[in-house]
């Protein structure tokens, strides 16, 4: 009885995503309602939940629950400790989500909703929810080991030393490209750059009051600090409308650029307590909070989508990032769809607190799809705006102009029908001086989420507020991953010049601690400062490589999970791990190799070194360039752009060949080879353990 | 049955508590209290505070020098 109940359920299921995907189908042309794409992606998500991630966890994995933890076999109450599933997978899944599955959909959005909606649906399934659980999985089965060491043992010691290198590379680019994001939101905004600075002394205050004067109290703290976030938020808008204090607080991209990285080194070397755990308490709840009121909007608000499904712009030509469909949207959308900075995480702390290996489904392969949710409804946020507000905002001043007038002639010229009147009303409706060319994801986000939230509550006279508490939020939890991506990173340069300079390696030595936090806030602002001063907005330059990077490190994570499938004896299952692999090395690797040698100029980089090179040859100055030094600096940042994607394909393609030759050995050798930890002596541990906690009891 | 609705509440909210702590890198404490007492009873045990400041210290500390948010 319960049974056919059940197969009924999952019959509706199936009939309602067939529905929803009908009516998307049959409706193109007119506009839908965003709530179809939720229907659609609700069901995808519970269809490979039940069938997918159960056949993973049953024949391929074969998780065995009385097999014992390293939660249950080190439990010391602090990092090893058997935790709720629910609340195991709410800690994960905070981890996992922040800025990437939020800014990816919105670039996509260019080419329509609906490439992005399929990409990130079946990209969830088949790679990167597949990815996180089988990455949580072996490093549960290695006492919590992190995807470095794991790479190390399973692959040999030169690939772990290759990987480690590519992680720093990414570490570099996301860093940068995270700070670009924030610096093209707050640029020329005196209400923006009020309230993000406002947050440096709330924070502080916050760790002073749980250091000292409320150790501990994370929820008073955190309820306090809330509160004055609101108020920043409130009087940036009269530092915005008072004349002198607006100048103050207005800052040119340039300067924004150098006090973040300012701000980069100063806050890396700070005790944590100060600076970056109340930073890093607010932003996660504020995370949290804010994703599940985007969620409720959608749901009470119902806004159609403006976005034609499939735009003109999947030729390549697009304004916000250059190059086709295939492969450009497979690494625009990377978190969302299949993120390879989740394979560090989940093998991270998630694996030390998994109570019974059964759970490792729940938490790797659910929390993933979970973060699939968060892309969509960016993506939503993204085209329920007008088409032509969209491009305004995310196209670069060197293809629309500086003006309303300007812009609204160009975009309409693409079809995109948009009059300057709207573009001044817009922004005065958000409590900006201008909207034009804040490329970046985060405020075209922050226009869209004021768009649904104030139908919600508010209406038109709260979009201002909206928009402005968007825009915190995500600089919020930005700069946190600034200052701990920083610190990563310094830890990472001190270990790797260690090997040559031992003096380097000392943590608690003054001297090396500054030089190599110098060394990673150079490395990721000099990227930063290249993204700023770029005439086609940096984003369309940096993203592509974050992107690039960020889907090779998951085609990586995937190598390795392919290699321990084979020392498993369970190759009959490897598909599971090597299309998804082979896909992203498809994508990447054409990525990679276009942004090197396409012969657009848009695109590939040695052919925009080449334009410049050739002009300056023949004495002319292109724009945006003013002077011979400035057309230098063009090609010679085009020079190390096209080195660090050189480098990335180099790291991959090496994984793959040491990929392979572990592979080939563990087929040569008849038996299991793989380095498992907690067999048999753990289960019969936890059996002792239960038995004694029955007695407990 | 009030009492019931009440309990499961309780149970609840206090499931809700420990998540968002967790979140942010603070594992139970009464938990490790417990665990404390039931395993190595003739050890010290920390004091709240100074169970807060060993987590946070793990959190952002570069000794594990992992990366414990993504981007």
Redesign the interface.
């Known amino acids: 009885m319960t049974r056919s109940i059940q197969t009924l359920g999952w019959i509706a299921v199936t009939l309602a995503l067939t529905f929803a995907f009908g009516w998307i189908a049959l409706n193109r042309g007119e506009t839908i309602n965003a709530l179809w794409i939720v229907v659609a992606a609700v069901c995808v998500a519970l269809l490979a939940y039940r069938f997918y991630s159960l056949f993973i966890a049953r024949t391929v994995l074969q998780l065995d629950p009385r097999r014992a933890t390293p939660a249950v076999r080190y439990?010391?109450?602090?990092?090893y400790?058997p935790?709720?599933k629910?609340?195991?997978f709410?800690?994960h899944f905070?981890?996992?989500?922040?800025?990437?599955p939020l800014v990816g959909p919105v670039l996509a959005a260019q080419l329509g909703y609906l490439p992005g909606t399929l990409w990130i649906l079946v990209g969830v399934v088949f790679a990167g929810a597949v990815q996180d659980f089988i990455v949580l999985f072996i490093s549960m089965r290695r006492d919590g080991r992190?995807l470095g060491d794991m790479i190390r043992s399973e692959m040999g010691q030169v690939a772990g030393v290759i990987a480690m290198f590519g992680v720093l590379l990414i570490?570099i680019i996301?860093l940068a490209v995270?700070a670009l994001v924030v610096v093209k939101a707050l640029a020329h905004s005196p209400w923006g750059s009020f309230t993000v600075f406002a947050t440096i002394p709330i924070a502080m205050l916050m760790g002073v009051y749980?250091r000292y004067l409320r150790?501990?109290r994370?929820?008073e703290m955190s309820v306090i600090g809330f509160i004055a976030l609101i108020a920043a938020i409130y009087f940036g808008q009269i530092v915005s409308e008072n004349p002198t204090a607006a100048e103050m607080f207005t800052f040119s991209g340039e300067t924004l650029a150098l006090t973040i990285i300012g701000y980069g080194f100063v806050a890396s070397v700070l005790p944590?307590?100060l600076l970056?755990?109340p930073r890093?308490?607010l932003s996660?709840?504020l995370k949290?909070g804010t994703i599940l009121g985007l969620a409720l909007g959608i749901l009470f608000v119902m806004p159609d989508l403006q976005m034609p499904a499939v735009s003109r712009f999947v030729d390549g030509t697009g304004p916000v990032f250059s190059g086709a469909l295939f492969p450009f949207l497979f690494i625009t959308i990377a978190?969302g769809a299949v993120?390879g900075?989740?394979s560090?995480?989940a093998s991270?702390?998630t694996p030390k607190?998994v109570e019974n290996e059964d759970q490792a489904r729940l938490i790797g392969y659910g929390s993933m799809l979970m973060e699939s949710f968060v892309a969509i409804m960016a993506l939503i946020a993204a085209c329920v705006l007008e088409p032509g507000l969209y491009f305004a905002m995310n196209s670069p001043a060197s293809l629309i102009g500086t003006t309303p007038e300007q812009a609204a002639q160009v975009i309409s010229s693409w079809g995109f029908v948009i009059t300057p009147d709207m573009l001044t009303q817009t922004a005065a409706d958000v409590g900006e001086g201008t909207i034009l060319s804040r490329a970046g994801g985060a405020p075209t986000l922050a226009v869209g989420m004021a768009h649904i939230l104030s139908g919600a509550i508010g209406g038109k006279a709260m979009m201002a507020f909206w928009y402005h508490f968007a825009i915190l939020f995500e600089a919020l939890f930005i700069l946190?991953?600034v200052d701990?991506?920083t610190?990563?990173c310094?830890?990472?340069i001190q270990?790797l010049l260690g090997t040559f300079v031992p003096v380097m390696k000392r943590?608690d030595s003054w001297m090396a601690n500054v030089v190599a936090t110098a060394l990673a806030v150079t490395a990721w602002g000099y990227f930063l400062y290249q993204g700023v001063v770029d005439p086609l907005g940096g984003i369309n330059t940096l993203w592509p490589l974050?992107g690039i990077s960020?889907q090779m490190l998951a085609a990586i994570a995937l190598i390795l999970c392919t290699v321990v499938l084979f020392k498993m004896k369970r190759q009959r299952y490897a598909w599971v791990t090597m299309v998804p692999t082979a896909w992203l090395l498809i994508c990447t690797l054409t990525a990679g190799w276009q942004k090197l040698f396409h012969p657009n100029p848009a695109i590939g980089f040695l052919s925009h070194a080449g334009k410049f090179s050739d002009a300056l040859a023949a004495g002319t100055i292109l724009a945006p360039a003013k002077t011979v030094e400035e057309m230098n600096r063009i090609i010679f940042n085009d020079y190390v752009d096209a080195v660090l994607c050189g480098l990335f394909i180099a790291v991959v393609l090496s994984m793959v060949v040491y990929g392979i030759l572990a592979i080939r050995k563990a087929l040569a050798n008849p038996n299991v080879t793989t380095r498992e930890v907690g067999g048999d002596e753990g289960a019969r541990q936890a059996a002792r353990l239960a038995s004694r906690g029955a007695r407990?009891a | 049955m009030h009492e019931a609705a009440l309990h499961e509440f309780k149970a609840i909210f206090s499931r809700l508590k420990q998540t968002g702590r967790l979140m942010v890198g603070v594992p139970c404490y009464d938990t490790y209290v417990a665990h404390r007492l039931a395993n190595h009873p003739d050890e010290p045990v920390m004091t709240y505070e100074e169970f807060f400041r060993d987590r946070q210290d793990t959190r952002y500390g570069v000794k594990g020098g992992g990366m414990n948010r993504c981007c």
């Open positions: 439990n010391d109450g602090l990092d400790v935790t709720n629910y609340v195991l709410g800690h905070a981890a996992i989500a922040g800025a990437g992190s570490m996301l995270l749980t150790p501990g994370i929820g944590v307590w970056l755990a890093d308490y996660t709840f949290i978190c993120s900075f989740h560090l995480i991270g702390t607190m946190t991953t701990a991506g610190r990563v310094r830890f990472m270990d943590t974050f960020n407990h």
